[in-house]
């Protein structure tokens, strides 16, 4: 299985240039089935990410732009009444799709934001007292510009909790970009990926990472970490519970990927940032004095005892 995950990757990095660290967080939080909050400026290849996962995997695939006027029922469909038949016939929505793009997720209205809430938790939709169970594997993508771009709506807490994890794309280097423009005047970026597995062998990925071993003294680190979010002042609010699962089924995706059949606190530590910075929200009194949220809990880390007997697993 390793080796379909290299191939996996190999094949994202092809159309998706110079940013493999990102690729590594994608195929992350795929395993551990988790949806990804991608923040960044627009034209860096959020969709292009996306897409050719998508492709990657022989996934279907809907992307959906957010706008102000953009309704529920646009993403999840709607009912409408067929005058031949005198019955309403369900149209489905982009969300009945396994790879969902939310472009922009950020300018369209909180009640439109929240209607991905019961799919991105429960795998299923409600419309019109109907549930409807979603495709597996089921991932959410959404992009949202930065907070003070025009036309932005900030996402709500319990939005952003839904989310296993947040990356950040940023702008490639000189020899990536270079690369980059010469693909595209070849012709091969706009080429499909081609699948080099099916959505079926995803599915017996993710079950192999759940069977990863994390032991107790791993647990607690994570424990501990977590816990020291909720007792530092220039916080909010703490993580809950539901982030230390989250950053406890990431950590043993990050091991699969690597490779290991149980989770080591490098692990942890490989994926902590991202799953944790978009839960934390600062205080007035640490923003006044330009603390960040990444260097908060970059200090936290390394505050905590690493557990040593951890690294060679049980």
Do not use: W
Request: glycine share 6%.
């Amino acid at each position: 299985m390793k080796e379909l995950l290299i191939k996996i990757r190999d094949q994202i990095n092809k159309y998706f240039v110079g940013k493999e660290d990102v690729t590594e967080m994608v195929l992350t939080a795929l395993l551990a089935k988790g949806h990804i909050l991608i923040e960044d400026v627009p034209g860096v290849g959020k969709t292009t990410l996306a897409k050719t996962l998508a492709d990657s995997i022989d996934a279907s695939f809907a992307r959906i732009q957010f706008t102000p006027d953009t309704l529920p029922g646009d993403v999840l469909g709607i009912s409408v009444y067929n005058m031949a038949t005198r019955e309403f016939e369900f149209h489905e929505g982009v969300i009945m799709n396994q790879i969902i793009l939310a472009d922009e997720i950020n300018r369209t209205s909180p009640k439109t934001q929240s209607s991905l809430l019961e799919a991105m938790a429960e795998g299923q939709v409600s419309v019109d007292g109907n549930q409807i169970k979603l495709p597996k594997p089921f991932i959410v993508i959404a992009t949202q510009n930065p907070i003070g771009f025009l036309g932005t709506y900030p996402l709500p807490e319990a939005q952003t909790d839904r989310f296993l994890m947040r990356i950040s794309i940023g702008y490639p280097d000189e020899g990536s970009e270079i690369l980059m423009a010469k693909k595209h005047l070849s012709g091969e970026l706009s080429e499909k990926a081609e699948p080099v597995c099916t959505a079926a062998d995803i599915l017996k990925l993710q079950a192999q990472a759940e069977k990863v071993y994390i032991n107790d003294s791993v647990l607690k680190y994570i424990r501990d970490i977590t816990e020291l979010t909720r007792t530092d002042k220039r916080f909010v609010t703490g993580l809950s519970p539901r982030a230390f699962l989250a950053l406890t089924d990431a950590s043993r995706a990050r091991a699969f990927i690597e490779g290991r059949d149980y989770v080591t606190p490098d692990d942890v530590k490989a994926v902590a940032l991202n799953v944790m910075v978009h839960r934390l929200k600062l205080t007035n009194e640490a923003r006044i004095g330009s603390e960040s949220p990444e260097k908060i809990l970059r200090s936290l880390i390394l505050s905590v005892k690493v557990p040593m007997e951890a690294q060679s697993g049980r």
